[in-house]
């Protein structure tokens, strides 16, 4: 259910924790049903749980690169253009000096 959770969220990056919590509750059920002796069952289920949160955490890491790259771009387009008019340093000092 948590790895569903993670996939679902993953897309908004907060899919990340319910992800991690999947893969350590499931590496905890795998010690359990090796202990077990083949009276807990579940092991096929495990290997979805991991790959559903795996999942989660990639596109969770894709969304990250994407939003890094694209403000890369933004930052490497506007390089170079001043973002003021040119006389914030002394606007205080000229007269009608957009006030």
Not at 40 to 45: E, F, I, N, R
Not at 53 to 68: N, S, Y
Not at 77 to 89: E, F, L, M, N, W
């Amino acid at each position: 259910m948590l790895a569903g959770i993670g996939v679902a969220l993953s897309l908004f990056v907060g899919g990340v924790v319910p992800a991690i919590m999947a893969l350590i509750l499931a590496s905890q059920a795998e010690r359990d049903i090796a202990a077990s002796g083949g009276f807990l069952l579940g092991a096929g289920k495990l290997r979805r749980i991991r790959k559903l949160a795996w999942i989660a955490i990639g596109i969770a890491g894709a969304i990250v690169l994407a939003v890094v790259l694209v403000w890369i771009v933004g930052m490497a387009r506007s390089a170079g253009q001043t973002s003021y008019d040119g006389d914030v340093a002394f606007g205080f000092f000229l007269p009608n000096s957009g006030a």
